[in-house]
């Protein structure tokens, strides 16, 4: 039973981990995106002509959420690829 809380302790760590380096990550990519797609949406004609207000926002909301997306399933798939590395030293260690 204590094994069992150990693994879900670990799990909830690894999502916890994951939500907030996806989280970090969407900001920076809001803000990356944002900028050139205003900017341009301002000053370029073809881009004043075709991207009104919906499409700049699908835009910056696009980038930000595959972001988020990546980044979070990175962190976790790294903390599990660390956390069984670690439960199989000791394994092979007994």
Not at 2 to 17: E, G, M, N, V, W
Not at 25 to 46: D, H, N
Request: charged content about 20%; aromatic content about 6%.
């Amino acid at each position: 039973m204590d094994s069992i809380d150990h693994k879900l302790t670990i799990a909830k760590r690894c999502a916890r981990d994951g939500v907030i380096a996806g989280a970090k990550a969407a900001v920076v990519a809001t803000v990356a995106a944002a900028i050139p797609t205003l900017a341009s949406a301002r000053m370029l004609p073809w881009a004043r002509t075709y991207l009104n207000h919906t499409a700049q926002a699908l835009i910056i909301s696009s980038v930000a959420g595959a972001a988020y997306f990546i980044v979070a399933d990175k962190t976790v798939l790294q903390s599990a690829r660390n956390n069984s590395f670690k439960n199989a030293d000791k394994s092979e260690a007994m």
